[in-house]
């Protein structure tokens, strides 16, 4: 699920989730729901982590795909 479908389907406006996330801007949530912005590690793994795992840290940021297990080009899908 990417993070715009997560926020929707909690009922979540882009300040809500901002400020679930200890952002300042609503407008960082949607450069990153857009790809505008590249999310960094450290805040995909907080959006994963409440998300409940519907958001994978991989989904939002490439390193991460590398970086976890189970996360990265040669795991099973």
């Known amino acids: 699920m990417d993070l715009e479908s997560f926020r929707k389907s909690r009922g979540l406006t882009q300040s ?4 679930r996330l200890g952002l300042r801007s609503k407008g960082y949530v949607s450069r990153i729901e ?3 912005t590249p999310c960094p590690l450290r805040l995909a793994l907080k959006i994963e982590k ?3 795992g519907q ?3 991989a989904s939002l ?3 991460a795909a590398d970086l976890l297990p189970g996360e ?3 795991a099973p899908a």
């Open 61 to 63: 940021c490439p390193e």
């Open 72 to 74: 990265g080009a040669g």
């Open 16 to 19: 809500d989730l901002a400020h």
């Open 50 to 52: 409440l998300s409940g």
């Open 34 to 36: 857009t790809g505008a």
């Open 55 to 57: 958001v994978t840290a």
